[in-house]
């Protein structure tokens, strides 16, 4: 089986992919980046906390101009997962108003970025409507 | 003897193309503008703080000195993203309210005609060969594009589009609305880099940036200099009447941060931190949002104006959409909001904007503005947002006597 690496450290591969996020053992604030400390509480203990895959979009963007480099258009969206907001793309979905909405109900999905010069494949994440 | 501090002199260069100048020629048209305007030299100035955020360590503050008076007064050079004018200035103010001095200039300025997409980088975003972690985010590729957007249109279209989703109203056609009426307004702005009037239907099917933003609504590159001479109440009182009836009071200055909200590090939180600065400032003038003849606000895109509207507390919370339908913050409303034309249309060299807008303040608090006055103007606030974040509020009044 090819090996495989996830795009970022916080989404967990396997049968049930989903994120992980670092929670502050003293106030329960969840981050995804490495943390020195906690920047609402002054925390310096963390524990993983597992983000629920289900989600509503809270708010998006459809970007149709971006840096040289990055494919458009894509949906850029917040999505609410059991009150812990999440950023990603909005995926498997036509990039249009009239069919990503406010309030859309979405779950998380993976997807293949390829197989690198090692033979390892990276894979990333979005959400999809459920 | 009051601890009040005064705008003595104030100005803005012509925001647009500069081509044959560059940003120690900027500063230096806006600082010495600034000092006649108020009737002063370097030689009164105790302190001097500048900001020029694309060149954030080429220290234009002692380019500027070599320039127009190498007095030997410190110099603070600062940077805070789209808040760093604002930051100059409040960083003269709080020397003058130490006693530091009695006098000190602030200047910002930058050269940006032409530049592109700010936030998303310049740099072409590639992949390298082998999927390696690095980061904080220990990310084996770039995630612009692939993680949400880091470019700017796109994440203030998400914070209009949370407002909406919130409380809902806030269409497509609403946020354009709201730049067809900061580009009308440009109309009377000759100092505007942008003076165009669009229909509604220009704004709408101009090129998509970033769903609900397109082009027009996109605060425009360009070069520009503002630049401030602020003075303590003591020294006001022994210079000329005509000095002390063109001063305008700074009622607030504040600058805050963005406090820990959930949900902050994913997308920025513009808001919180607006509204604590606005808590502050009304609170230090004495002054409410019903009081404000004027408003210039950080509108770096149509999606932005909007939320403003809510954390500057213009209108009640969650009124944002029905305060702008009923007209209000049009130059003939109840509050008129970014008669200058705003970022949209104005433009927004970034470390000159929160100058300049206090500038657009001063200008008619003084009288001073022309066909644009807004009449009887007495009370006014200016405010910027850089992003990361930082906000500056400022409230300024016209001079009693
Ligand atoms: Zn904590």
């Known amino acids: 089986m090819t090996p495989q690496v996830p795009l970022v450290d916080y989404l967990s591969l396997g049968e049930h992919p989903h994120l992980v996020a670092h929670q502050c053992s003293g106030c329960g604030a969840r981050y995804f980046d490495r943390r020195n400390g906690c920047a609402n509480c002054g925390g310096t203990t963390f524990g993983s906390a597992e983000v629920a895959t289900d989600g509503e979009v809270r708010s998006f963007t459809i970007v149709t101009f971006a840096a040289p480099g990055v494919p458009v258009p894509f949906v850029s969206a917040i999505v609410d997962c059991d009150g812990t907001s999440v950023r990603a793309n909005l995926i498997n979905v036509e990039p249009s108003p009239e069919l990503v909405t406010l309030g859309m109900k979405v779950r998380l999905a ?4 390829g197989i690198d010069d090692n033979g390892t494949e990276a894979i990333g994440f979005g959400f999809e409507p459920s | 003897m009051s601890d009040d501090i005064w705008i003595l002199g104030i100005k803005m260069t012509k925001f647009g193309k500069h081509p044959d100048k560059d940003t120690v020629d900027l500063a230096s048209e806006a600082a010495l503008a600034a000092l006649a305007d108020g009737g002063v030299t370097m030689k009164d100035m105790g302190v001097l703080a500048a900001g020029c955020l694309m060149q954030a360590s080429a220290g234009i503050g002692q380019q500027l ?10 110099v603070y050079n600062v940077a805070n993203a789209c808040a760093t004018g604002a930051t100059a200035l409040r960083t003269v103010i709080m020397a003058v309210k130490a006693g530091e001095c009695d006098m000190g200039l602030a200047v910002g300025v930058e050269k940006l005609a032409g530049a592109g997409l700010l936030g998303g980088g310049g740099r072409a975003k590639s992949d390298a060969k082998t999927w390696t972690p690095s980061g904080r985010y220990g990310a084996v590729a770039t995630t612009d594009g692939r993680i949400g957007t880091d470019a700017m249109p796109g994440v203030f279209a998400q914070v209009g589009m949370e407002y909406g989703h919130r ?3 806030a269409s497509f056609e609403l946020f354009a609305r709201i730049s067809e009426k900061n580009h009308a307004h440009s109309t009377l702005n000759p100092l505007a880099a942008y003076s165009k009037r669009f229909t509604l239907d220009e704004i709408m099917n101009d090129m998509m940036i970033a769903y609900p933003n397109t082009r027009p609504m996109c605060s425009a590159n360009c070069d520009g200099a503002a630049a401030a001479v602020v003075v303590s109440d003591a020294k006001l009182k022994t210079l000329s009447l005509e000095q002390q009836r063109r001063a305008i009071k700074v009622s607030a200055s504040v600058l805050t941060t963005d406090p820990w909200q959930e949900a902050c590090q994913v997308l920025p939180d513009v808001n919180t931190l ?18 404000l003849d004027l408003v210039e606000l950080h509108d770096c895109f149509a999606t932005a104006e909007l939320v403003h509207y809510d954390n500057l507390m213009l209108c009640p919370e969650g009124g944002a959409v029905d305060f702008f339908e009923s007209g209000a913050s049009w130059r003939d409303g109840s509050t008129p909001v970014n008669v200058s ?45 850089g992003l990361g974040s930082a906000c500056g509020v400022h409230i300024l009044e016209k001079a009693a006597a």
């Open chain 1, 110 to 113: 993976t997807y293949s970025l």
């Open chain 2, 65 to 74: 000195q070599k320039q127009i008076g190498q007095t030997g007064i410190p």
């Open chain 2, 167 to 169: 409380y809902g109203g």
């Open chain 2, 274 to 291: 607006t509204r604590n600065a606005a808590t502050t400032a009304y609170e230090k003038a004495g002054i409410g949002p019903e009081d």
């Open chain 2, 341 to 385: 034309g705003g970022l949209q249309s104005k433009g927004h060299p970034i470390a000159a904007t929160g100058i300049a807008n206090i500038w657009e303040i001063c200008h008619h608090l003084r009288g001073e503005a022309g066909d644009r006055q807004i009449p009887g103007a007495k009370v006014g606030l200016a405010h910027v947002i």
